[in-house]
Nanobody, 115 residues
Framework: VQLQASGGGLVQPGGSLRLSCQTS????????MGWYRRAPGKEREHVAG???????KYADSVKGRFTISRDSARNTVFLQMDSLKPEDTAVYFC??????????WGQGTLVTVSS
């Protein structure tokens, strides 16, 4: 497994969760890292991404609520999710892209936002 994702779970609306995605040094240091999600009955969508230099990008639906970050010491990417809404319920996938043929997906982790 090239990408190991963790941190999903059940949380009430307005709550927070932090997802983690650990990988190898080679992949971490050379890849655009990101998170996608697939909600029930919907297509997979991009949530957030972070370049090796630290530049970040977010889907409009999560701007101001989610924060993506990189920890070089642990070769890990985090997705801090605050002010969670029921519509954030989805399976979240970690992704690493380093160019053609250098494209990896982690196993999904389920996030459920419900009271």
């Amino acid at each position: 497994v090239q990408l190991q994702a963790s941190g999903g779970g059940l949380v009430q609306p307005g709550g927070s969760l932090r997802l983690s995605c650990q990988t190898s040094r080679r992949i971490f240091s050379s890849s655009l890292m990101g998170w996608y999600r697939r909600a029930p009955g919907k297509e997979r969508e991009h949530v957030a991404g972070i370049f090796t230099g630290g530049t970040t990008k977010y889907a409009d639906s999560v701007k101001g609520r989610f924060t993506i970050s990189r920890d070089s010491a642990r070769n890990t990417v985090f997705l801090q999710m605050d002010s969670l809404k029921p519509e954030d319920t989805a399976v979240y996938f970690c992704h690493a892209y380093g160019g053609l043929g250098d494209d990896y997906w982690g196993q999904g982790t389920l996030v459920t936002v419900s009271s």
